[in-house]
């Protein structure tokens, strides 16, 4: 019977501080990278932090409170999550809704203003 072991790097456990993500290898290194590489991650609360898991092998982990996945790839070759870029007209159409007061006054539905009102619609 032929083993092939792995010489993949695979991690077996993560944790975030307030400064780093750390992540212990199965191979005994223990590798960190700054917490703000990932943007998602350094705006997510503690408890957001907290909540991950190992995906494929140990190939990387995922946040689901906050979305982000990070590879030990990414970790050991130093490649950090880049924020998305917003198109001229996003960000336009993002500011203009930024500026506008948001509508307050919502309509109650036709059947609703007439039984309201005691009007043919009413229940008694």
């Known amino acids: 019977m032929n083993t092939v072991a792995s010489n993949e790097p695979r991690i077996q456990d993560v944790r975030v501080t ?4 750390i992540a212990h290898l199965a191979d005994g290194r223990v590798i960190s990278v700054p917490l703000a590489w990932s943007w ?3 705006e997510a609360t503690p ?3 907290t909540n991950c898991r190992l995906i494929g092998s140990g190939q990387g982990v995922h946040w689901p409170d906050v979305d982000e996945d990070i590879s030990v ?6 490649i950090p999550a880049h924020r998305p870029r917003l198109t001229p007209a996003r960000a336009r159409a993002g500011a203009a809704r930024d500026q ?3 509508n307050k006054r919502i309509q109650p539905t036709r059947g609703k203003r007439r039984a309201q009102a005691g009007g043919p619609g009413a229940r008694g």
């Open 40 to 42: 998602r991650l350094s």
């Open 100 to 102: 506008e007061p948001p």
């Open 73 to 78: 790839e990414g970790m050991l070759h130093g």
């Open 18 to 21: 307030e400064d780093e993500i």
């Open 47 to 49: 408890k957001q932090r």
